[in-house]
């Protein structure tokens, strides 16, 4: 049930991202789908990873609007700023969020460090360097010792994993 520490009753004590959930929760990047659930197991969206980004930094206020953002959504100032920083080109407010997408943004948030030696997964063909960067911060692994996934969709309990390993303290 829902507890001072957890206010999400889809997420219990056992679930293997109680700890990045309430992390997130606790840091004010998510609030959930509702006042009491987190959805952990649903599909992540682009609209909520980048609103998550944009949160665990601050909540910048964007200095330009961009016409493929509708305004008053709750993503509107997230998905701005996140295209005036580089971090995607195009926005689209549903469209899943992948690996490859997401370790993308956490990518580019670090500065697009250079990493050597780069990755033995055979299905990655395009921003290898931020999936040898995340691999490197322990932010993911592959799905097997040869494959990364790259357009594999992920839960939003996934994402906040993925957040926390890069991002907590």
């Not at 109680?18 to 509702?34: C, D, H, K, P, R």
């Not at 197991?41 to 609209?47: G, R, S």
């Not at 200095?63 to 993503?75: E, H, L």
């Not at 691999?135 to 996934?149: L, W």
Request: aromatic content about 12%; glycine content about 8%; overall charge negative.
């Amino acid at each position: 049930g829902a507890t001072a520490d957890m206010p999400f009753v889809d997420v219990p004590a056992s679930a293997w991202y109680y700890n990045e959930v309430q992390w997130a929760w606790a840091n004010g990047l998510t609030v959930g789908t509702s006042a009491t659930t987190f959805s952990p197991d649903n599909t992540c969206t682009t609209a909520q990873i980048l609103t998550f980004l944009w949160r665990a930094k601050g909540s910048p206020a964007p200095t330009k609007r961009d016409p493929s953002v509708p305004s008053g959504q709750y993503y509107s100032d997230a998905a701005n700023w996140a295209l005036e920083k580089g971090l995607t080109e195009q926005f689209t407010a549903n469209a899943p969020a992948t690996r490859l997408a997401t370790v993308t943004y956490l990518w580019k948030l670090a500065g697009s460090p250079a990493v050597t030696g780069g990755t033995s997964f055979t299905d990655v063909t395009e921003n290898t360097q931020a999936v040898a960067w995340a691999v490197k911060q322990g932010i993911t692994k592959g799905t097997s010792d040869t494959t990364f996934s790259p357009s594999t969709t992920c839960t939003r309990g996934q994402i906040v994993t993925f957040l926390h390993r890069d991002l907590a303290e």
